[in-house]
């Protein structure tokens, strides 16, 4: 049986092994630089990525319930009813991609009654952690596996998924129609994009160690945590499903590109790496009203803008960043 430890904020069962407890503000060498990007090298995923500290600005705003949300909350509730259409509650389990599909995983746990959630890791180029997978189907034989992810962007957990036939995907936002189960085709930002591991996990990202272990995860000192953040999140959870989902048969969209798309994904290259230039469709005032938490980030890293990006429209994106060269 793979090792497995419960996310204390969250109760929900992460199957990994957590290690040695680590401070990563103090330790940063323990994780890659933010200036290295992924580029293809399973190796890549040997070392977590880098967890940075959030201006209290940033902090307080994430600690208030996000109810008043129209469009994410109106997501989570298709999403909801696209899972029931197909499946009893009962026999559901959510398998939580780590770490962006635990907070998604908690809302449809608690819209649908009697469904189970637990998180693993996935790495696009590595795959699903076997050892834990393993553990989960052993663990759970009569429940319906449904992986969970926060959003898409260029469908690398999609393909990997359907590479290894593993089960269906369901996420809040699916702006190129690449998963199974949807929210949203609207690029609709979630402030958990903005969630650090020290804040609101208690651990580090996974990384890979040898083929016969289940991934590990450092453990990080609980001082760090911030229960208020994930506290405001579960409580912003909708009453219930709407039966209004999307079960668009409309063909996925692909498109080649270096930039990584869509506001969701631009805020995680702002936690983990150091975009050159984030570039958005909308106007300047547009852009502000509907990813403000995003430009906050932005601006507080110095990173510059450009709005009115006429490139985006080929894209069908709303959102992007052009990342610095791979060193």
């Not at 996310?7 to 401070?23: F, G, H, I, K, M």
């Not at 453990?219 to 209004?244: E, H, K, M, Y």
């Not at 063909?251 to 790496?273: D, F, G, K, W, Y």
């Amino acid at each position: 049986m793979s090792e497995f430890f419960t996310a204390r904020l969250w109760n929900q069962t992460v199957y990994a092994a957590q290690v040695e407890e680590v401070d990563p503000y103090a330790q940063p060498e323990r994780f890659r630089s933010r200036t290295i990007a992924y580029n293809g090298n399973c190796d890549f995923w040997v070392t977590p990525s880098p967890e940075p500290i959030l201006p209290p600005e940033i902090v307080l705003q994430l600690s208030k319930p996000i109810a008043q949300d129209a469009l994410l909350i109106d997501a989570a509730r298709r999403l909801a009813a696209s899972v029931a259409a197909d499946f009893i509650p009962e026999r559901i389990l959510f398998v939580a991609i780590l770490r962006a599909g635990v907070p998604v995983a908690n809302w449809l746990t608690q819209l649908l009654p009697g469904s189970l959630s637990v998180a693993t890791s996935l790495f696009v180029g590595h795959g699903i952690d076997r050892v834990a997978f393993q553990s989960i189907r052993a663990n759970f034989p009569d429940r319906k596996i449904i992986f969970v992810d926060g959003w898409t962007g260029k469908g690398g957990v999609a393909d990997e998924l359907c590479r290894l036939n593993a089960g269906p995907l369901a996420v809040l936002c699916d702006p190129w129609r690449l998963a199974n189960y949807r929210g949203t085709t609207d690029d609709v930002f979630s402030p958990s994009a903005c969630f650090t591991g020290p804040m609101t996990m208690g651990f580090s990202r996974t990384f890979t160690r040898h083929p016969e272990q289940s991934f590990a995860a450092y453990r990080f000192p609980g001082t760090l945590l911030c229960q208020g953040i994930v506290n405001a999140w579960i409580a912003s959870c909708p009453s219930t499903a709407d039966g209004r989902h999307d079960q668009s048969l409309h063909a996925p969209l692909r498109h080649q590109t270096n930039l990584r798309v869509h506001s969701n994904e631009v805020c995680r290259a702002l936690i983990n790496a150091h975009p050159e230039t984030i570039l958005f469709a909308d106007s300047p005032s547009n852009a502000r009203e509907r990813y403000s938490l995003l430009i906050e980030l932005a601006d507080w890293q110095k990173i510059p803008q450009q709005f009115d990006a006429v490139e985006l429209q080929s894209l069908d994106a709303r959102v992007a960043c052009r990342l610095r060269p791979t060193k």
